[in-house]
T-cell receptor, first 112, second 114 residues
Framework: EDKVVQSPLSLVVHEGDTVTLNCSYEVTNFRSLLWYKQEKKAPTFLFMLTSSGIEKKSGRLSSILDKKELFSILNITATQTGDSAIYLCAVRLGNAGNMLTFGGGTRLMVKP | DTAVSQTPKYLVTQMGNDKSIKCEQNLGHDTMYWYKQDSKKFLKIMFSYNNKELIINETVPNRFSPKSPDKAHLNLHINSLELGDSAVYFC?????????????FGPGTRLTVL
């Protein structure tokens, strides 16, 4: 069975801290890995990773994929209260339907 | 302009009823999806649909059925609602074709079955 596991389940930090969120996967027919941020409503897209070792960066957020060890990390530097959210990792499989298999999410709370 | 929209935002109903949730996307995407997010915030795919093919997650009860009147809409019909159906249901869409495909989510519909 395809599996995506995120850690930690939850994290509380203070503004200015740097955090690293982890996502490991065991799937057949891997195609890409995606990160989403979910605040109160819909998950919003952050990154898509398809190749190992190539860092994707957007402002204070960055992410990298290791296809050999089957994991990805999402880094957030100089955290702000607005970064408080659930961060979701999903793996897109190469099978029919183009479906995403999600991990359980990491709930990040950034305190002032 | 809202890219992926859902109605209603909230739906409260009794067990045994039949209800529908509507989804529309104006992104010109070919593929649409329904996801269920439970109380523990775990998102799980229910269906993937484009104008050629419906893919059903085998764990979804057949009380759930997607209906697509056209490429921009994918509605979710649920028959004989049960307590365990209470969740937030998200619609999403994507081009569904390229390796760089990204799914965009609607705002969700919170369904409460009493």
């Amino acid at each position: 069975e395809d599996k995506v596991v995120q850690s930690p389940l939850s994290l509380v930090v203070h503004e200015g801290d740097t955090v690293t969120l982890n996502c490991s996967y065991e799937v057949t027919n891997f195609r890409s890995l995606l990160w989403y941020k979910q605040e109160k409503k819909a998950p919003t897209f952050l990154f898509m990773l398809t190749s190992s070792g190539i860092e994707k960066k957007s402002g204070r957020l960055s992410s990298i994929l290791d296809k050999k060890e089957l994991f990805s990390i999402l880094n957030i530097t100089a955290t702000q209260t607005g970064d408080s959210a659930i961060y979701l990792c999903a793996v897109r499989l190469g099978n029919a339907g183009n479906m995403l298999t999600f991990g359980g999410g990491t709930r990040l709370m950034v305190k002032p | 302009d809202t890219a992926v929209s859902q109605t209603p935002k909230y739906l409260v109903t009794q067990m045994g009823n039949d209800k529908s949730i509507k989804c529309e996307q104006n992104l010109g995407h070919d593929t649409m999806y329904w996801y269920k997010q439970d109380s523990k915030k775990f998102l799980k795919i229910m269906f993937s649909y484009n104008n050629k093919e419906l893919i059903i997650n085998e764990t979804v009860p057949n009380r759930f059925s997607p209906k697509s009147p056209d490429k921009a809409h994918l509605n979710l019909h649920i028959n004989s609602l049960e307590l365990g159906d209470s969740a937030v249901y998200f619609c999403a869409s994507s081009t569904g074709t390229s390796k760089a495909d990204t799914q965009y989510f609607g705002p969700g519909t919170r369904l409460t079955v009493l």
